[in-house]
């Protein structure tokens, strides 16, 4: 079985359509993991939520709550990566411009190869990104706030707040290179890779969420200013 800092991995399939979800499930237990499917949108999310999973597999059209708040609910409470699957490619669109904080996306049809590079792409960075093995925590502070790089989290003034993988990965950039003005593009391409569905747009709502986190108030940031017509600076 495939193994993640010393357990098995795990898998999550919410998929409604039940001889989809067989198939993945076969092919991901014949590569070494251990898989659960749900065929509803609420017994998924609540899968989620109170059991350990190290990625899930989230089909958008499901019955009673769909894919898109499934994604939502789960990123509020857990930071596992999310793969998104969907019949239809404008759905895509619809993701994109939602920034639901999806890690990847999938357009049925596809083959279950394809499926299994994916999700080992994933579990491999994620594994990279919280498991690593360093003895003291990389950590960076900033006028009360406290970035952990060892262990994703965040707080600000003692108190821990959640942040997505790509939530974080932003705002840890910034935070390493401060007093240094990045365009949209520049940060896009620095924290989604060349592969990703998106655009810059992505950006935007990403920082809007961080603040909302980090700044005391919104309209007046200490932390991430924007520069307006260029981009965004983290300030020290």
Not at 79 to 100: E, H, Q, T, Y
Request: charged share 35%; aromatic share 8%; glycine share 6%.
């Amino acid at each position: 079985m495939m193994k993640m800092e010393g357990k098995t991995s795990r898998i999550l399939i919410i998929e409604d359509e039940e001889s989809i979800a067989d198939l993945e499930k076969d092919y991901l237990e014949l590569s070494g993991y251990e898989v659960q499917t749900e065929g509803e949108g609420s017994a998924g999310l609540h899968a989620a939520l109170t059991q350990e999973f190290d990625l899930v597999i989230l089909d958008l059209m499901l019955p009673g709550m769909d894919g898109f708040e499934v994604c939502k609910k789960i990123r509020e409470i857990k930071n596992v990566p999310i793969l998104m699957v969907s019949a239809k490619k404008d759905d895509i669109d619809k993701i994109r411009g939602l920034g639901l904080g999806a890690d990847d996306y999938m357009t049925k049809p596809f083959s279950p190869s394809e499926l299994v590079a994916r999700v080992k792409a994933h579990m491999a960075r994620y594994e990279r990104l919280v498991g690593a093995n360093q003895k003291t925590n990389d950590v960076i502070e900033i006028r009360g706030l406290k970035i952990d790089k060892t262990a994703r989290r965040v707080w600000v003034d003692g108190t821990e707040k959640n942040f997505t993988t790509k939530e974080f990965d932003l705002l840890t950039f910034l935070a390493e290179n401060p007093n240094h003005v990045y365009t949209k593009e520049e940060l896009f391409r620095e924290i989604w890779d060349m592969d990703s569905i998106g655009d810059i747009a992505t950006v935007t709502v990403h920082i809007k969420k961080i603040r909302e986190k980090i700044e005391y108030d919104t309209s007046k940031p200490q932390y991430i200013e924007t520069i307006w017509g260029v981009g965004y600076r983290f300030k020290v």
